[in-house]
């Protein structure tokens, strides 16, 4: 039963352009979301979060979005960097019941921006 | 360097040998946690710790897997009579957790594990 669905493997774009990777989660319990960047033989980066009690959350040229009643969120990039080229995870927590605050992943989404 | 940082960042053994690895968080970060990583999925929560308490365990940290933070500082993951499943990437993260506070976990580079 996977909780948190990344549902694109990979997507690719020009450098410049907008990238948007997208993540659907089933547990209505999650009210934290992460969005990480991997790269080959590193432990995930963070990047960007977002409280449920939040629709969006800006930090440069990242944004998440969240749809709560459609359990969707988003990462755009904009402009799109080669440097942005990673597999990027999104991860959801439910912290509202107590102690456990372990991150629930995505299988992640392996972005390509083409210069 | 004040990440977290993890020890081996490789390692090779045969099945059936044990294996521990080691993980030392931010220094000031009460809580740490240990996941797994297999080739095509997303970290898969082993086990945490708040302080030196481990509080919960996935059920899939089978009895072969034992885990420690003494002091509340340093963490261990030892695997006993390695099977060639468990060869994965074992992640540790950490984070500052206050009440009320959201929090976010930085993981390390991770110890890729291969049993032969």
């Known amino acids: 039963d996977q909780q948190v669905k990344q549902n694109s493997p990979s997507l690719s774009v020009q450098e410049g352009r907008i990238s948007i990777l997208n993540c659907d989660y089933t547990n209505s319990m999650f009210d934290y979301f992460l969005w990480y960047k991997k790269y080959p033989a590193e432990g995930p980066t963070f990047l960007i979060s977002i409280s449920s009690i939040k629709d969006k959350n800006e930090d440069g040229r990242f944004t998440v979005f969240l749809n709560k009643s459609a359990k969707h969120l988003s990462l755009h990039i904009v402009p799109s960097q080669p440097g942005d080229s990673a597999v990027y995870f999104c991860?959801?927590?439910?912290?509202?019941?107590?102690?456990?605050?372990?991150?629930?992943f995505g299988k992640g989404t392996l972005l390509t921006v083409n210069p | 360097d004040t990440g977290v940082s993890q020890d081996p960042r490789h390692k090779i053994t045969k099945r059936g040998q044990n294996v521990t690895f080691r993980c030392d968080p931010i220094?000031?970060?009460?809580?740490l946690y240990w996941y797994r990583q297999t080739l095509g999925q997303g970290p898969e929560f082993l086990t945490y710790?708040?302080?030196?308490?481990?509080?919960?365990k996935s059920r899939l940290l089978s009895d072969r897997f034992s885990a420690e933070r003494p002091k509340g500082s340093f963490s261990t993951l030892e695997i006993q009579r390695t099977e060639q499943g468990d060869s994965a990437m074992y992640l540790c993260a950490s984070s500052l957790g206050l009440a009320a506070v959201v929090e976010t976990q930085y993981f390390g580079p991770g110890t890729r594990l291969l049993v032969l």
């Open positions: 220094s000031e970060h009460n809580r």
């Open positions: 710790f708040q302080n030196e308490a481990q509080l919960e």
């Open positions: 991860a959801a927590s439910a912290r509202g019941g107590g102690s456990n605050y372990k991150l629930t």
